[in-house]
């Protein structure tokens, strides 16, 4: 899968956007892999404070208290660590020099259990060696709510999307049950990077290319921050 980067094509169509040393998610892969450097277990970093340094400001903007989740890449069996946050609240979540990974919404009983739970939306983050950050908001493995990411540094900077009714006008023929229950849209793609032309075409008829990465065919809806900070909003989603 792509969104940032996957095909020899994209390299070249992004290098002036996004440099090739830094890969948000699972652009490059075909399949779940692990390293043998993941996690085993998850931190609670709820009650961590601002370092100063790369992260994140996340706004839960749903009615209800939430829980995100961090994935590093190919680590999709255990996530980091995950940050709880009340309804209409906002928390810092840092982030390690070199990070690069996804953040999700998720349920400690289902994220936590040590098996692979990847669809839904996700907000994807890479950090260069230089600290420059580079993020982006993917609907290819799947969307189970909407979300906006906006550039700290000043350049005003943001992508993604705040509509809930991509999710909420959804038919059935597009929804499928994440491990929790809850109903999101479907992956636009299979492992295979082969599309499902009616999820993709759904998606790119409500939101075009332009805010979030809907294929590994289509746009490049990438930001960056020089500080890697960002401002990261979940509006009202189905964990």
């Known amino acids: ?14 290098a002036s956007a996004f440099p090739v040393t830094v890969s948000p998610s699972y652009r490059s892969r075909r399949a779940l892999t692990t390293r043998t450097t993941c996690s085993t277990s998850a931190t609670d970093v709820s009650t961590e404070s601002d370092a ?23 680590c999709d069996t255990m996530p980091s660590n995950y940050i709880t946050i009340d309804a209409g609240s906002s928390k810092f979540l840092n982030l ?15 994220n936590l259990n040590g098996a692979a739970h990847t669809l839904g939306t996700w907000v994807e983050i890479g950090l260069d060696a230089s600290g420059v950050g580079y993020a982006d908001v993917s609907l290819i493995r799947g969307m189970d709510g909407a979300a906006t990411i906006a550039a700290t540094d000043g350049t005003g900077a ?32 299979d492992w295979q990077a082969a599309l499902l032309s009616d999820v993709v075409t759904y998606l790119s008829t409500k939101l075009g290319f332009t805010t979030a990465y809907i294929d590994d065919y289509h746009g490049n809806p990438v930001i960056s921050d020089k500080k890697g900070r960002f401002d990261v909003t979940f509006y009202e989603g189905r964990p």
Do not use: C, H, W
């Open 1 to 14: 899968m792509k969104s940032i980067f996957t095909l020899a094509s994209l390299f070249l169509a992004s």
């Open 52 to 74: 100063g340094s790369a992260g994140l400001n996340i706004t839960n903007a749903d009615s209800e208290t939430r829980t995100y989740f961090v994935y590093e890449n190919n």
């Open 96 to 110: 390690p020099s070199g990070f690069q990974g996804r953040v999700v919404r998720g349920t400690t009983e289902v």
């Open 158 to 189: 943001s992508t993604g999307f705040s509509d809930n009714s991509v999710l909420d006008d959804a038919t059935e023929a597009i929804l499928e049950a994440k491990d929790s229950g809850a109903m999101a849209i479907k992956a636009t793609e």
